[in-house]
């Protein structure tokens, strides 16, 4: 039960990250793929990380929240 729900945290930060990166290809004007793939990839790294070491997220939680922010910045 505790690596189903594991996984299912995992998943869904990647797919929170996963749309990230799609609205920052899509929206930000110049840099968009240098934007987007050096997220996502920082983002994939924290939730192994955050994965590896236990049971909170807040790394992979908060690189989240600022490639968000950046990308929300970048596109207005």
Known sequence: FDGFVK??????IICGLILVALV??????????LLGFVGL???ILAVLVDAR???????????????????AVAVS
């Open 7 to 12: 996984g299912s945290v995992a998943l869904t």
């Open 24 to 33: 920052a290809f899509r929206f930000v004007g110049s840099g968009n793929v």
């Open 41 to 43: 990839i920082i983002g």
């Open 53 to 71: 070491m236990g049971k909170t997220w807040y790394l992979s939680g908060g690189v989240l929240l600022v490639f968000g922010l950046i990308t």
